[in-house]
């Protein structure tokens, strides 16, 4: 009996011992780790001056090879070592100035980053570059290095490679100073070309909504008209090599960056030439999801070939299919642009619980590096922009489609059972002529689901003998009601008049 209630003894304090330990360990993960730090940001300019805008970009790509730290490639699986570069990446900035206001705009080939890394990027910016606001967004793109933990070798170890995110953040405090070094006078003209996502992208989730778009930023200079840069938007989640892929890519990201730069080319010969100036490509609402799976069959539209299977030619034939209705675009557009661009921002941070286990787990374990605050919070940001006759709703994460353009349901088998509260859609609150969405912006909180559509128990949407995919990579149900109603309260402080 003695040597049982030893036994006993024992155990309880093992288990006390594990819990204290296991609570600090807690505290630590879940710490705050900028005490603080609130954004809140309104200006707006009513008596702007010409326009100047300014371009930058640092080539961000990992060292691969013998003697070098593996680099593990974000999304899909875990374990998935990169075994060359394909083509570059990079982190590139676009700088606007109406002298009033001086906006930083960061476009990174990432999977995404964190609201922490944004605020350490912020940290980095020298006062004397005159930023007023910086947003710094990924690209989504599941052939980069990871830089959020989740696919490291094994479910267990982080991917992050400390040096090399230090990096990708030095990057981006180099290329906005690039591109204040860059300000010049400009024009911009706007354009919003309708595409039929057909071939293109596909959604895997009902409702079947599409942010199919493009919507496109063109700065000039005066006078010539020699361009100096733009800034696209498009949805669609730049994983079209696919899970095998093994080589670090831009994706299609980049070859619409390369495409109106350089021109589209083929084995040396110009199909289309180039427009010249730096672009910049912003994600849009990719969730639900939007992909170019192996189930859409993309054709090349210059070599008619068409192609399914996932591989950089079918990148290429994916984002030339764009390319290409960008250059025509630039090419018949007679709009001479306006000079005086007024900006605004609106910005706050945004405190959004957090109830997935999955990621209470991951950062327990070291997998998710980022600090909450307060408890069971993570601090995230929400902002609007006003460039000119644009505006730009600024989401950090990645917002389902219906949320931004209408066709959010009360689904059957839904956990709640509510009608929908996200309305009316976001597109429809932002002001301006061309309304752009840019996702995973200074954040990433993963999926942004509408609560009457969010579904984790049985009976499951629409007769579905599982749970969709989705929830498992979500924040929680409040995360878009939270999201939705702070650009809500946005819109009204960043309403600059356009000239």
């Given at each position: ?42 200006r707006l300019t009513t008596n702007a001056a010409p326009l100047r805008a300014g371009f930058g970009r640092v080539n961000i790509t990992p ?437």
């Amino acid at each position: 009996m003695r040597l049982l209630v030893q036994a006993l003894l024992g155990l309880t304090v093992l288990v006390l011992v594990l819990a204290v330990a296991l609570l600090a360990r807690a505290a630590w993960v879940f710490r705050d780790r900028f005490p603080g730090y609130e954004v809140s940001v309104r200006r707006l300019t009513t008596n702007a001056a010409p326009l100047r805008a300014g371009f930058g970009r640092v080539n961000i790509t990992p060292e691969i090879g013998p003697g070098k730290p593996p680099v593990w490639i974000a999304g899909f699986d875990q374990g998935r070592a990169a075994t060359g570069v394909h083509d570059d990446l990079f982190a590139l900035a676009a700088v606007l100035d109406d002298g009033t206001t001086r906006l930083g705009l960061v476009a990174v080939d990432s999977i995404g980053i964190f609201h922490d890394d944004v605020i350490r990027v912020r940290q980095q910016i020298p006062a004397s570059l005159g930023l007023h606001y910086v947003v710094v967004c990924a690209t989504h793109n599941h052939s980069t290095p990871d830089l959020m933990g989740l696919w490291g070798p094994d479910v267990f170890r982080s991917g992050v490679n400390p040096t090399y995110r230090d990096r990708v953040l030095a990057g981006c405090v180099t290329a906005l100073s690039n591109a204040v070094g860059e300000l010049q006078p400009a024009t911009l003209a706007l354009m919003e070309l309708p595409v039929d996502p057909a071939g293109l992208v596909t959604d895997t989730r009902k409702p079947l909504v599409y942010d199919p778009d493009l919507r496109w930023m063109l700065f000039r200079k005066p006078g010539s008209g020699e361009v100096l840069g733009s800034v696209v938007g498009w949805a669609n989640h730049p994983e079209t090599p696919w899970s095998r892929n093994t080589e670090i890519t831009a994706d299609f990201c980049g070859v619409i960056r390369d495409g109106l730069e350089q021109g589209i080319r083929y084995d040396g010969r110009v199909k289309m030439p180039g427009l010249g100036g730096t672009h910049l490509f912003f994600n849009g609402a990719v969730g639900g999801l939007m992909t170019t799976s192996p189930s859409v069959t993309v054709r090349d539209p210059f070599l008619e070939e068409d192609f399914a299977k996932p591989s950089h030619e079918k990148t290429r034939a994916l984002g030339n299919q764009l390319v290409r209705r960008l250059l025509d675009a630039a090419g018949t557009n007679r709009e001479p642009g306006s000079l005086q661009v007024p900006l605004a921002v609106s910005a706050r941070t945004l405190r959004v619980p957090l109830e997935n286990p999955g990621f209470l787990l991951a950062g327990m374990i070291g997998l998710l590096d980022r600090g909450h605050s307060p408890w069971m919070q993570v601090r995230s940001e929400v902002a609007v922009l006003r460039i000119g006759d644009a505006s730009v709703a600024c989401i950090p994460g990645e917002i389902y489609p219906e949320l931004v353009n209408g066709g959010v349901v009360r689904a059957p088998g839904g956990d709640f059972d509510i009608e929908p509260l996200e309305v009316p859609p976001l597109r429809d609150l932002l002001p301006g002529r061309v309304k752009f969405l840019f996702g995973l912006a200074n954040d990433e909180l993963g999926y942004i689901i509408p609560k009457s559509e969010w579904d984790t128990r049985a009976p499951f949407l629409y007769g579905a003998d599982r749970a969709p995919y989705g929830e498992v990579n979500s924040a929680g149900p409040e995360t878009a009601v939270l999201l939705h109603g702070a650009v809500r309260e946005l819109v009204a402080g960043a309403t600059a008049p356009s000239r």
